[in-house]
């Protein structure tokens, strides 16, 4: 009975009414309760808070990196090159799809064009340096052709992408103001003293001394090739009569091949032959073989 009068005897002792004022809560210590705070275990979050690149929704708009003060531009890279267009730019915390962080492509639609690629031939600009197929790396030699011969003075060579008109990529000719006189032009005139075929020899000079003027002999720097030579298997036209080897009807000391139905190298010199340069297929030229239809017997075997 005692304990039940004591609470009303201390209100009454301190002169009135007794109120409690309830506590709000502030977990992340930023200044904002939990009933204003989005998220109050980040002291980070709270509605006036700055907005950064942390995956957070800063400053409680219900957006998260949302116009980050510290997101940085991204630049697209339509070619897929990973060189980005300055044109075209994103900024955000994170590079979005087709974005990269470079921005010096000079043209974004052309995947062989970007900052340091090697410049070619191909009407690009490769290296965007500004000018295109300067310097390449895959020019060829040229050489004035003003003759039209199909071959150029040695003396005019220069490095460019293509041939153009009253060019040509052969060389070697000796006389540019006459298109008969160029390397490989016939010489059948053995009284006419002019170097046709630009070899360094005219009429009868025979610098390989082979008895054959340089006008008849397809090669005068070479004493086996001449008119009056045999034909061989050597892939040279050995007799000047423009076949080589097996298409030239003359050819000489061609081997024989004899059919090798088992394939060991080795005939029994039965069957079809053929004397030619070069083995039809199936054909040996060596014989002793005793069995031709088993390949571990023939001669070279153990």
Known sequence: MYKLLLLPLIAGCLGGDVSITPTKTDDDGDGYTIEVD???SHTTVNPDATE???GLDNNCNDL??????DAVPWFADNDGDLYGDPAQSNTA???PAGFVADN???DDNEVRA????PELCDGVDNDCNGPIDDDPSDTISVYTDADGDGFGDDDTEILACEVDTGQSEQSGDCDDNTAAIHPGAPETDCSD???YNCDG???YDDRDADGSPACEDCDDNNNTINPTATEICNDLDDDCDGDIDDNDSSLSGAPTWYRDPDGDGYSDGTGPSATQCDAPVGYSSSLGDCNDYNPTVNPGST
């Open 38 to 40: 989005c998220d109050d």
């Open 52 to 54: 950064v690149c942390d």
């Open 64 to 69: 998260v990196d949302d116009d980050a003060s």
């Open 93 to 95: 915390c994170t590079a």
């Open 104 to 106: 010096t492509d000079c």
């Open 114 to 117: 970007y900052p340091g690629n």
């Open 193 to 195: 003293p002019t170097d």
């Open 201 to 203: 020899s005219v009429t």
